[in-house]
């Protein structure tokens, strides 16, 4: 029943601006960690930010300086604001999370969550 929303994708010139935000929902006790993950096509999904439930934040190379990462915990959402656009970021971006999911009875467990990504084009 946890599903991940995204929304925020589009298409942008490069040095140009976007925001993605994802937002939890269903069944779900607690968020530990969330993150953004990305694809291009024919390669690995890769890591971009997470954000601990604390408000550690830890970015790639590729994106630090130019993207920042931030949740709201009570919203359950977490966003990417996206600066300074570069066409090698275009890819199809995932929202991740890991959290506890009630089983019954007062036991928990924790699960991996993914979105089903949003398209995310940056043309030169």
């Known amino acids: 029943q946890v599903q991940l929303v995204e929304s925020g994708g589009g298409m942008v010139q490069a040095g140009g601006s976007l925001r993605l935000s994802c937002r939890a929902s269903?069944?779900?006790?607690?968020?530990?960690?969330m993150g953004w993950y990305r694809q291009a096509p024919g390669q690995q999904r890769v890591l971009v930010a997470r954000?601990?439930?604390?408000?550690?934040?830890e970015y790639t190379e590729f994106v630090k300086g130019r993207f920042t990462i931030s949740r709201d915990n009570a919203k359950k959402t977490v966003s990417l604001q996206m600066n300074s656009l570069k066409p090698e970021d275009t890819a199809v971006y995932y929202c991740?999370?890991?959290?506890?999911?009630?089983?019954?009875?007062?036991?928990?467990?924790?699960?991996?969550?993914w979105g089903q990504g949003t398209q995310v084009t940056v043309s030169s």
């Open positions: 991740h999370a890991v959290g506890e999911v009630a089983t019954g009875w007062g036991r928990f467990i924790s699960r991996e969550y």
């Open positions: 269903g069944n779900i006790f607690r968020i530990n960690n």
């Open positions: 954000i601990t439930s604390g408000g550690e934040t």
